[in-house]
């Protein structure tokens, strides 16, 4: 049998394994990504931090924090389909940021 050799990543692998793991998580393409960074960088403090308070503002990402779908894609299906009404006036994008309290 021979012994499976696994290598040590560099920074740069860790760091995009990372992102990738947040891309994943929340459904995002690489340019939507690259846009909330952007955004994120542009936002008084640290930008780590504004990144996820972006994503977790989406609201595909609120629907499923509040139980009202078990996973992201049946969020965003939801939305899709016209049934998310309420305060976001028929709205069919999943990408829809929720106002900041």
């Known amino acids: 049998m021979h012994k499976l050799e ?10 995009l ?7 994943r998580y929340y459904g995002v ?3 939507q990504f690259r846009n909330y960074y952007k955004r994120a960088l542009a ?6 931090e504004n990144l996820i ?8 990402n609120v629907i499923c924090r509040g139980g009202f779908a078990y996973s992201h894609t049946q969020a965003r299906q939801f939305i899709n389909h016209g049934h998310i009404p309420g305060q976001w006036k028929e ?3 999943p990408s829809y940021l929720r106002e900041r309290r």
């Not at 696994?6 to 760091?15: D, F, N, V, W």
């Not at 936002?43 to 780590?48: D, F, L, P, V």
């Open 43 to 48: 936002e008084t403090g640290q930008y780590g």
């Open 29 to 31: 393409y690489d340019t």
């Open 91 to 93: 709205t069919r994008s």
């Open 17 to 23: 394994r990372e992102k990738q793991k947040v891309k």
């Open 6 to 15: 696994t290598r040590k990543l560099s920074e740069y692998g860790l760091k």
């Open 53 to 60: 308070i972006l994503l977790e503002r989406r609201l595909d």
